[in-house]
């Protein structure tokens, strides 16, 4: 009986080969779910950075938006203030004729002049307090400005991927967002698609938002201060006149009437307020009066006046600044206003896999409500840093054009 | 045909082969469920995170069926399925973005007394930024060798967002926060004798000065 010695032991290299597989897959099947948890970290943490990220520089621009109009509401009623203390002045003046010419007539003499002295009690007081509203809405402005700066500083590249790498982090202490260095471990074409989006992003950021004086934005600032107030027709007709940093001119103003008397008398009043055009937009003025013109048998007298006032903010407050600087879009005709913000977050640890990578993307958004009728823009309204409207999401990654 | 001496050698080496094969199965499956368990404290401190975008974070935590290991629970008894908020959603938690943001925004480092000048003292009294952070844990029961001295295995993960626009979602709530920050009651109430004053016929123009809404409409936009 032969033995057959090639028979011994053939078993053992087959269990060897099945265990040494075996073990192989089970490494294998370990480090692929490890692998897929972290990844999985990394998908998180992408799509948290990117998101935070795009809600940082909404919120930002939302800022913007409330302050550039709380500019332009406390500007206007500096304006107001300063047209009422003219016209209050006016008043007082008018009212002091009143009495010095009805002080003979009792009973009515009496009452012209208690009225004179309510109208000079209420002058007085508000000539006071308008001293303390100017310079306080001066100090306002001045913080409202300095919110502004600072926001438009937060919106630099570096600090919204600074924003960025700490929500990615949280998840992840090994995780980068947005280095360059980290990047090259993508495989072309990738590679230099997520370069050319990084730069772009950086770009469109750096020239996204601007600042201008007043003065010195051919005319869009005080466009959106007419707008302002002309959309009220009180308001409007009270603060009439023009942009000038010359005394008011009576006939351009809104506080006005006139009457005739039997056709041998007639009366007018007139008031007006300038806005000064100057590059902080400071300096309103304001004066009211009254006149009287006779008809004789000759013809008509000049204008007599009989009442006047007037009223300046620098007067009123020692000095006016008005609105130093406002924010607004660096490009105006802006149709879209969409701001992409992209996170590319990789992971280049010492554990292995080696490198894991992951690109969400978000974008910021003008987005006008629906819910409010006739007063929210229109749906194909330009966007603009006047309004609040900026919102932010999450959208899916378009990496090759 | 193999000799006596040869005779159950197959037998006895597949037994061995087993012996290191069936360990190695059964690993792979215990693997799996930790990896699930580790897969899901990942998912739960995920959703925790993003929830806060729609209100207080959701911190319960499920039990899987998958997460039973030959009869046995392999959640560790004590201390076993936890999410912490690490950073909750507080104003407390703030996240630090500068002086004069935080003071517009919500009024930060402002003295009350700024509402007698018509202000809101929370100034535009928007919400805090905040990065509210969850953290979700699981502890597993050790079975695989080098686990013996019964520690349970901790599989912990974390997530984080910073959310908030900022943003008005109708003209009302625009122009009553902006209204936060415009000193218009001051000028109303000042003007107010500009209304009886008016009832004069030489006055009459007085009545223009009621007007004090000086926010416009968000329609009103710069052309």
């Known amino acids: 009986m032969s033995t057959t010695n090639g028979a011994s032991g053939q078993v053992l290299p087959v269990l060897l080969a099945m265990i040494a597989m075996g073990l192989s897959a089970l490494f294998v099947a370990h480090r692929v779910s490890n692998a897929l948890g972290q990844q999985s970290v990394v998908v998180n943490a992408a799509d948290a950075a990117a998101y935070s990220g795009a809600h940082w520089t909404a919120r930002r621009l939302n800022l913007m938006a409330y302050t550039n109009r709380a500019m332009l509401a406390n500007h206007i009623a500096v304006g107001h203030l300063v047209a009422y203390i003219s016209w209050l002045r006016y008043v007082e003046n008018a009212s002091a004729r009143l009495a010095a010419i009805s002080s003979f007539i009792p009973y009515v003499g009496t009452a012209t002049r208690v009225a004179n002295r309510a109208v000079r009690t209420s002058l007085g007081l508000s000539e006071r307090l308008s001293w303390g509203f100017i310079n306080g809405v001066d100090v306002l402005h001045g913080l409202m400005s300095a919110s502004q700066l600072q926001a438009r500083r937060q919106l630099l590249p570096d600090r919204i991927d600074?924003?960025?790498?700490?929500?990615?982090?949280?998840?992840?202490?090994?995780?980068?967002?947005?280095?360059?260095?980290?990047?090259?471990?993508?495989?072309?074409?990738?590679?230099?698609?997520?370069?050319?989006?990084?730069?772009?992003?950086?770009?469109?950021?750096?020239?996204?938002?601007?600042?201008?004086?007043?003065?010195?934005?051919?005319?869009?600032?005080?466009?959106?201060?007419?707008?302002?107030?002309d959309y009220d027709h009180n308001l409007s007709r009270w603060l009439q006149g023009r942009r000038s940093h010359a005394a008011p001119?009576?006939?351009?103003?809104?506080?006005?009437?006139?009457?005739?008397?039997?056709?041998?008398?007639?009366?007018r009043k007139q008031g007006a307020t300038n806005q000064a055009p100057s590059p902080d937009a400071g300096g309103w003025r304001s004066a009211d009066r009254f006149q009287i013109r006779e008809r004789d048998f000759l013809g008509w007298e000049s204008w007599g006046t009989l009442a006047q006032g007037r009223a300046s903010a620098n007067r009123l407050a020692g000095n006016y600044d008005g609105i130093d600087r406002y924010t607004h879009l660096a490009q105006r005709d802006n149709t879209d206003g969409r701001?992409?913000?992209?996170?590319?977050?990789?992971?280049?640890?010492?554990?292995?896999?080696?490198?894991?990578?992951?690109?969400?993307?978000?974008?910021?958004?003008?987005?006008?409500?629906?819910?409010?009728?006739?007063?929210?823009?229109?749906?194909?309204?330009?966007?603009?840093?006047?309004?609040?409207?900026?919102?932010?999401?999450?959208?899916a990654p378009e990496i090759l054009p | 045909m193999m000799g006596r001496s040869e005779s159950g050698s197959a037998l006895t080496e597949t037994l061995v082969g087993l012996l290191a094969l069936l360990p190695a199965f059964w690993a792979v499956d215990y693997l799996g469920r930790l990896h699930d368990m580790d897969r899901y404290a990942a998912m739960t401190a995920r959703y925790n995170a993003w929830q806060t975008l729609s209100g207080p974070a959701n911190e319960r935590v499920t039990h899987s069926p998958l997460w039973h290991f030959q009869g046995e629970d392999l959640v560790a008894p004590t201390n076993a399925l936890e999410v912490k908020a690490l950073t909750p959603n507080t104003s407390a938690a703030a996240i630090s973005t500068g002086v004069a943001v935080e003071t517009i925004a919500y009024g930060r480092y402002l003295p009350g007394a700024v509402s007698i000048g018509g202000l809101s003292s929370g100034m535009l009294e928007l919400p805090p930024?905040?990065?509210?952070?969850?953290?979700?844990?699981?502890?597993?029961?050790?079975?695989?060798?080098?686990?013996?001295?019964?520690?349970?295995?901790?599989?912990?993960?974390?997530?984080?967002?910073?959310?908030?626009?900022?943003?008005?979602?109708?003209?009302?709530?625009y122009r009553t926060r902006t209204n936060q920050l415009v000193a218009s009651e001051p000028v109303a109430t000042l003007s107010q004798p500009a209304s009886w004053l008016a009832r004069f016929g030489i006055f009459e123009e007085g009545r223009y000065a009621q007007s004090t809404q000086f926010v416009p409409p968000s329609r009103i936009t710069p052309r």
């Open chain 1, 162 to 229: 600074t924003v960025m790498r700490k929500v990615a982090q949280r998840h992840d202490g090994e995780l980068r967002v947005n280095r360059g260095g980290a990047i090259q471990s993508v495989p072309q074409p990738y590679q230099a698609a997520i370069a050319g989006k990084l730069l772009v992003y950086r770009t469109d950021l750096l020239n996204y938002v601007g600042s201008d004086k007043p003065g010195r934005d051919r005319g869009y600032f005080r466009r959106i201060l007419s707008q302002s107030i």
């Open chain 1, 249 to 267: 001119r009576f006939g351009t103003g809104g506080r006005s009437w006139s009457d005739s008397i039997l056709g041998l008398v007639k009366l």
């Open chain 1, 339 to 395: 701001l992409q913000i992209p996170a590319i977050v990789t992971r280049s640890g010492t554990k292995p896999p080696a490198t894991q990578a992951h690109y969400s993307m978000a974008e910021v958004i003008y987005q006008p409500s629906k819910a409010c009728e006739d007063n929210c823009p229109t749906d194909n309204a330009k966007p603009t840093l006047f309004n609040p409207y900026w919102r932010a999401r999450l959208v």
């Open chain 2, 129 to 173: 930024e905040q990065r509210p952070t969850y953290n979700a844990s699981i502890s597993a029961r050790p079975r695989l060798p080098g686990h013996s001295h019964n520690q349970p295995i901790p599989l912990r993960a974390t997530a984080t967002l910073s959310p908030g626009e900022w943003s008005a979602y109708t003209d009302e709530i």
